[in-house]
């Protein structure tokens, strides 16, 4: 089993409050990575900051 997927299996049986601790925490780091987000705009093909196209 990888590592990843064993961090995995202990949070499921993980309280809620620990759960939201590490979504919180995770998303943190993020925000200090902004090529991370970058990275996964680029991969949809989306662009920061562009006006969405209006539904016909």
């Known amino acids: 089993?990888?590592?990843e997927a064993a961090r995995v299996?202990?949070?499921t049986s993980a309280g809620?409050?620990?759960i939201t601790r590490a979504v919180k925490r995770?998303?943190?780091m993020?925000?200090?990575r902004p090529q991370?987000?970058?990275g996964c705009f680029a991969e949809t093909?989306?662009?920061f900051g562009e006006a969405p196209?209006?539904?016909t």
Do not use: F, N, P, W
Request: charge should be positive; aromatic fraction near 4%.
């Open 1 to 3: 089993m990888s590592t």
């Open 9 to 11: 299996s202990r949070r």
């Open 16 to 18: 809620l409050g620990q």
């Open 26 to 28: 995770k998303l943190k």
């Open 30 to 32: 993020l925000q200090y």
């Open 36 to 38: 991370v987000i970058d």
């Open 45 to 47: 093909g989306l662009r």
């Open 53 to 55: 196209l209006a539904a």
